[in-house]
């Protein structure tokens, strides 16, 4: 069984398919924000998709980061570091790439067992 959360026309936020769930890339409601701002409000996000689909941040089996400017990456890793448990922390790839809207600063895509 295939289970989809909040689907809009182009896509769904989480796919949840064989005890995994597939978070699409996570962006900033606030693009005003700096990075420190930006991260905090996209690990909330999926810390919220997580728990709609049974799981949380511990059970994450791999992150990938996409910064707009790899300048970004201590003040992305200052907010990551403190959201992420000691003990589980996934496997993970930080790549520099132009994101579709020029305010967003990052955007992450998770995988995670539920």
């Known amino acids: ?16 398919h064989n005890g995994v769930a597939y978070l699409a890339g996570q962006v ?9 701002g930006q991260t905090r409000q996209v690990l909330a996000a999926i810390d919220a998709l997580l728990a709609k689909a049974g799981s949380d941040k ?3 089996l791999r992150a990938q980061i996409f910064l ?4 970004d ?10 959201w992420v448990v000691a003990g589980h922390t996934p496997a993970r790839a930080t790549v520099q790439a132009a994101l579709a809207k020029p305010e967003w600063k990052i955007e992450i895509v998770i995988t995670a067992a539920v």
């Open 73 to 82: 990456f201590p003040g992305m890793n200052s907010v990551w570091d403190t």
């Open 1 to 16: 069984m295939i289970q989809r959360f909040y689907v809009g026309a182009r896509m769904c936020e989480m796919t949840v």
């Open 28 to 36: 900033a409601e606030d693009g005003s924000q700096d990075i420190v």
């Open 68 to 71: 707009a400017d790899l300048a």
């Open 58 to 60: 511990t059970k994450i």
